[in-house]
């Protein structure tokens, strides 16, 4: 987890919510990452997970990746938990979550709603405190460029 906040806290410095994820396979390799990418890429799709899980699906040669585990910094929001869903994770493991739209516990819980057709397990709070730090503090940092008029995509440094 350590390791995804600071490639979480690069992603922040270049004007991205600042997250990041790894797929690992059964074996704990590493099979798949990412960050956030919405800015740079203008993509709606570019979360931390997905461009993960899209990795790792390449890497394995196969969409399926039950047996996997998913960890990220950030609880998933409702797409990107429906895209695990989807992909048969079979372990997530998440830093801080997310009151406002965490969709593995905080608002709702897709890793075992009875319309999911697959479950997974789902470890929440690992280093929460810390992720959450970094988290708020790179949103106060963004709130307060926009009173100043700064562009929002303007470099600053992350916690």
Do not use: Y
Request: charged residues 25%; hydrophobic residues 40%.
């Amino acid at each position: 987890m350590e390791r995804l906040l600071r490639h979480g806290a690069r992603a922040g410095s270049r004007g991205e919510i600042p997250v990041a994820a790894v797929v690992l396979d059964e074996e704990g390799r590493c099979i798949g990452w990412g960050s956030n990418r919405r800015e740079a890429g203008c993509d709606p799709l570019g979360h931390a997970e997905i461009v993960a899980l899209s990795q790792a699906a390449r890497v394995r040669g196969d969409w399926r990746l039950n047996g996997c585990t998913l960890v990220v910094s950030l609880e998933p929001c409702p797409m990107c938990a429906g895209a695990l869903v989807q992909a048969r994770m079979g372990t997530v493991v998440f830093g801080a979550a997310d009151p406002k739209r965490g969709a593995l516990g905080s608002c709702l819980n897709l890793a075992t709603d009875a319309s999911a057709h697959h479950h997974m397990e789902v470890m929440g709070g690992v280093l929460g405190e810390t992720a959450g730090n970094q988290l708020a503090a790179w949103f106060r940092r963004r709130r307060l460029q926009g009173r100043r008029g700064e562009k929002p995509a303007a470099r600053f440094q992350t916690d």
